[in-house]
């Protein structure tokens, strides 16, 4: 019984990242994801082993719950590959109808945005954008500054990641820096 107790939250939330219980912590280096960008050869140029983003995340519930919610924040640091802003793996949700909510943090960036009929947009994210990801929308972001993008999100624990559409079929459009402007090609 909860009642009348005053308690201490299990988990904080501080400098970026999530502490406590239920947190889970995962780094993706360039050879993990490497296979997401376009420039190959310039790739083979690059460190491999270079941390392209961090993602802490506070699953509170089990994954597949119905009704509950995950909290996750991430830094994407800044880079190219060729032309190519770094970006992250990009997913749609398992359960295809499920939403999420992302914020901007800190930094500058863009979300891309691809819809079931494979048509790419995008929204600028800085620090206080609100982003509502609806379902049926394949989603990832780009850091386009020189600092680190920091960005948080809230998504349904029954969501799950389909990240294997992605990895096959890609985005339809690619965010790259055309003489310093961000532009889907
Ligand atoms: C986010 C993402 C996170 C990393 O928490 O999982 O930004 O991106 P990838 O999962 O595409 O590598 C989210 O969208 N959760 O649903
Ligand atoms: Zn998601």
Redesign the pocket.
């Known amino acids: 019984m909860k009642s009348s107790e005053i308690l201490f939250p299990t988990t904080i939330f501080t400098n970026n990242l999530l502490t406590g219980e239920g947190v889970k912590n ?1 780094t ?1 280096r360039l050879a993990d ?1 490497d296979t997401i960008f376009a420039n190959q050869p310039a790739l083979k140029e690059m460190d491999r082993q270079q941390t392209i ?1 961090r ?1 802490s ?1 506070f699953l509170p519930v089990r994954e597949n719950t119905s009704g509950g919610l ?1 909290f ?1 924040i ?1 830094t ?1 640091y800044p880079g190219k590959v060729g032309d190519e802003y770094f970006i ?4 749609y ?1 398992s359960h295809v109808d499920t939403a ?1 909510f ?1 914020w901007g943090v800190e930094g500058e960036g863009m979300l891309i945005l691809m819809d079931l009929e494979r048509n790419v947009w995008a929204e600028r994210m800085f620090p206080g954008s609100l982003h509502y ?1 609806p379902g049926k929308v394949a ?3 780009a850091n386009t500054g020189y600092r680190n993008l920091v ?1 948080s ?1 809230c ?1 349904p624990s029954d ?1 799950g ?1 389909d ?1 294997d559409s ?1 990895a096959r079929d890609g985005f339809a459009k690619r965010l790259l820096d055309m003489d310093g402007v961000p532009t889907l090609r």
């Open positions: 995962d993706r994801v983003y993602v995340s995950f996750g991430t994407l992250t793996k990009g997913h949700h999420e992302y990801i989603h990832r972001v960005f999100a998504w969501a990641h990240y992605i």
